[in-house]
């Protein structure tokens, strides 16, 4: 995770036809073990939204997608409605003080298409860890609703759009920085 | 007296003390109720009520009472030593909790687990699906005010944790699954002892049908009560034997056999019914299908080889992350764990069931009777300790 990080978030605009195409030839020569439902999903993500898309990896029964926060409402949409990934699983923020950035990733899965049973989806998106603000999925994903409350008060990311950006499992008297931000620490440790 | 004429009457008085009135507004006629968390009926569990007479028009959750924030704590202990704090969160099914931990450490640091060391693990975690279930059972019917449904599946749970503990050495704690395998083989005799137990259990499983799920009152407290779509099970998310009440019949184990499942024959237990009826009873049929289960590994697993990989001390693989999925006694239970190629994981995030099915509670209470709460918020199979973390 950390190895692709760290350098993207400066130099990826630039070059990030080039992105793809080196993901894309990644695929290829891995065609033996990449099965082709995983392959066929992304196929069509790419083939909508071209260089909207980054591909963090395709494995058996993964895959997992990098977009920015202007395009995920768009993206999740069209995951939603053609691809039919119906709901999340979970939301997982993750503090990356190295890149100073918060990557904050959609984990969804399908029970409408059988075949899609096994399979997870992993949709990733990115803020600055300052005024960190993302666009909330909640009219997409009703699922996520109590997943990015707790991403608000474990990381700080404000979610526009989400009725309740407010203290969920912390104490009400919680009066110092988000916990999974990695400077917070345990005391003692 | 009417109440508009006592109206009129204080208002012209009130006009001439030159007074003013505050009038009744809509909202006073709701009565807020706080339920939990010091209530037996709520576990550790808050949520406040709104009520307009018998009904609830207005539900909030408010978790957290013992959240204990194992993800952070992940951070700072490496892979192995994580384990004995990971079961906390569910200590009646810990086997589960840390089996699909175990998993996704495995991904991670590629490592093989030997085909007995399969066996076992799903052994326990099927002897732990039965434990969490009648536990569960045991609340469910104490709620529904049915005393003889608390005392019996307390007294048959002990079978099973007789058995663990002769598995695993402790009644409810095990830190028995870990990556590589399972932490002891199986002890002599253990076999023969598991069959008997399954023999004498799926006796009594008859009869708890006929004195709970054939009861009169059980079933007009819980049929019809509580619908929940398949449309709105799939939007909000829910798992487990929720989503299977919803007649979606989804199970990890069979949509994404892990280890030794996809050699085993089972059915996933569905119902169409949707109501409370149906996630009571779903469970119910697990149990069934558990003891099915566990037969056949006790039939088809090898009767010698090892149980554990060799490990290196401190394991670490390369920087990368992983993300697996067990079924659990409250449906799907994920791990999302990324490394950054130290012996100690960068950041683990626990997708619990339990937190899932919280997203219900709100949609399923308002519009229903006070009276109904017990029987609708605990046929959600929620666990406030693994929601909270």
């Known amino acids: 995770m950390s190895q692709k990080g760290a350098p993207s978030s400066s130099d990826s605009k630039s070059n990030t036809s080039g992105k793809i195409e080196t993901s894309n030839a990644k695929t290829e020569t891995k065609q033996t073990v990449v099965p082709e439902l995983e392959k066929s999903i992304v196929d069509k993500l790419v083939a909508k939204f071209g260089e909207k898309i980054k591909i963090g990896y395709i494995k058996p029964l993964r895959i997992k997608i990098e977009v920015d926060r202007e395009d995920i409402i768009e993206v999740a949409s069209f995951i939603k409605d053609t691809l039919l990934f119906d709901h999340a699983e979970s939301v997982a923020g993750t503090d990356f003080p190295k890149g100073n950035y918060i990557e904050v990733v959609y984990h969804l899965g399908s029970y409408t298409r059988e075949e899609l049973g096994a399979h997870v989806l992993s949709l990733a998106t990115r803020t600055g860890r300052e005024d960190s603000s993302l666009p909330s999925l909640i009219n997409v994903f009703k699922s996520v609703e109590y997943h990015e409350r707790e991403t608000f008060e474990m990381l700080g990311v404000y979610f526009e759009g989400h009725p309740r950006n407010d203290r969920f499992l912390l104490p009400e008297d919680w009066a110092d920085i988000p916990p999974l931000r990695k400077e917070f620490r345990i005391k003692g440790r | ?389």
């Not at chain 2, 002897?127 to 104490?142: C, D, E, H, K, M």
């Not at chain 2, 944790?161 to 002891?184: K, Q, S, W, Y």
């Not at chain 2, 119902?271 to 003891?291: H, I, N, Q």
């Open chain 2, 1 to 389: 007296m009417s109440t508009e004429y006592s109206n009129k009457t204080l208002e012209k008085e009130s006009n001439a003390a030159g007074l003013q009135i505050v009038k009744e507004s809509e909202e006073d006629r709701l009565m807020t109720l706080s339920v939990g968390p010091q209530h037996p009926g709520s576990g550790h569990f808050r949520f406040t009520v709104k009520v307009d007479g018998d009904y609830i028009v207005h539900c909030d959750p408010d978790p957290g009472y013992v959240h204990r924030g194992e993800e952070k704590m992940c951070e700072y202990r490496n892979f192995i030593q994580n384990i004995p704090h990971l079961e906390r969160p569910v200590i009646h099914d810990s086997n589960n909790i840390t089996y699909s931990y175990s998993l996704a450490v495995e991904e991670l640091t590629n490592i093989q687990v030997p085909r007995r060391g399969q066996f076992i693990r799903a052994i326990a975690s099927e002897l732990n699906r039965q434990v969490y279930t009648l536990y569960w059972l045991a609340i469910y019917g104490i709620f529904l005010g049915h005393s003889t449904m608390f005392m019996w599946p307390t007294g048959d749970r002990e079978l099973f944790i007789d058995l663990l503990e002769m598995l695993t050495g402790a009644r409810v704690t095990h830190a028995f699954n870990i990556p590589g395998g399972v932490r002891n083989d199986m002890p002599v005799g253990f076999s023969e002892k598991c069959l008997r137990q399954i023999a004498y259990f799926e006796k009594r499983l008859v009869e708890y049908e006929n004195i709970f799920y054939n009861n009169p009152l059980m079933r007009q407290r819980t049929e019809g009560v509580g619908l929940l779509t398949k449309e709105e099970a799939i939007k909000l998310g829910v798992t487990g034997s929720v989503l299977r009440a919803s007649n979606i019949p989804y199970d990890i184990r069979k949509a994404e056999p892990y280890d030794v499942y996809n050699e085993i024959d089972f059915k996933v237990q569905y119902m169409k019914s949707s109501d409370c009826f149906a996630r009571a009873y779903v469970p119910f049929l697990d149990m069934k299908e558990s003891c099915y289960i566990m037969r056949q590994l006790l039939d088809k697993i090898p009767q010698s080889g090892e149980v554990r990989a060799k490990l290196q001390p401190n394991p670490k693989g390369p920087a990368g992350e992983s993300y697996r999925r067990v079924e659990s006694g409250r449906g799907a239970l994920g791990y999302y764990i990324i490394s950054d190629g130290t012996p100690k994981p960068y950041r683990v995030k626990i997708s619990v069931g339990s937190f899932r099915n919280m997203l219900a509670l709100p949609y399923l209470l308002v519009g229903s009777k006070l009276a109904d709460m017990p029987s609708i918020y605990w046929a959600l199979n929620y666990w406030p300790v693994e929601a909270d973390r």
